[in-house]
């Protein structure tokens, strides 16, 4: 820590907007280092690196998604020295709605995401409770981002295609989920690794990389479900071949 530690807690969560026991929950769970200056049992001050922390670890859950215990050996990276984590999420963040498809918007309530989707109830509560779709509040006073939208309207869309709940369960995405969190802990741990002491530079050559990587990770899936057909093919050819004889 090389600033001053003046803030306390209730200005911490008012320039993040993140709430008190929040930041409380951050601290217990490792996310936050402890507090470099106590008063007094109840009274601590933090310096101004727990704003850009706060922040950090908020983009981390909201945008990227990631479990907690992906944040916390993420930011291990960061207290090694390893900038790069940051510039790697920031430079993410940037050019999310870029390769995932959505149209820069505001917040919307549950009531206008409902209408604008079409989606069944049964189907936003199920993305809820698996957090793919984590609103901001609950109730009537949730808000949902513009990437939760786009989630809740790839739904709504599969089940206009014929895809019920019995054959594919909204629930059934928190696979994906957990799968693209490792990915995305992993490939963020190991760009920071190897870009120790360096500084990215943000600009078309970068931007560029990243959309493809996207790409290359969706084509690299196709290339799997091509493998698996083709083995299965394979099998029942051989199948057949036996049964034959």
């Excluded at 009537?140 to 309207?153: F, G, N, T």
């Excluded at 709504?156 to 696979?175: E, I, Q």
């Excluded at 943000?202 to 690299?220: N, S």
């Amino acid at each position: 820590m090389t600033h001053a530690a003046t803030l306390k807690i209730g200005e911490l969560a008012r320039l993040t907007g993140v709430s008190v026991p929040t930041i409380h929950f951050y601290l217990r769970e490792g996310l936050l280092p402890p507090a470099p200056r106590k008063t007094s049992r109840n009274m601590a001050y933090y310096d101004p690196s727990y704003v850009t922390r706060i922040q950090l670890i908020r983009r981390l859950q909201d945008e990227r998604r990631l479990p907690l215990r992906v944040i916390r050996s993420m930011l291990s990276e960061l207290e090694a020295g390893d900038e790069g984590v940051l510039d790697l999420v920031q430079a993410q963040a940037r050019l999310m709605p870029m390769f995932a498809g959505v149209e820069p918007g505001a917040e919307v309530d549950r009531a206008a995401l409902i209408e604008s989707t079409g989606v069944d109830l049964a189907d936003l509560d199920d993305l809820e409770q698996v957090a793919v779709v984590t609103p901001r509040g609950s109730g009537k006073r949730a808000r949902y981002s513009p990437e939760d939208q786009a989630v809740v309207a790839a739904v709504a869309r599969v089940r206009s295609l014929g895809l019920g709940r019995d054959v594919f369960p909204a629930s059934d995405l928190a696979l994906y989920q957990r799968a693209i969190s490792a990915l995305v802990g992993e490939e963020t741990r190991l760009f920071a690794r190897r870009m120790r002491g360096a500084k990215l530079e943000f600009g078309p050559g970068l931007e560029g990389a990243i959309v493809t990587l996207g790409e290359i990770i969706v084509q690299l899936r196709q290339k799997l479900i091509a493998d698996l057909l083709a083995g299965l093919r394979s099998d029942g050819k051989k199948a057949r071949t036996r049964a034959g004889k």
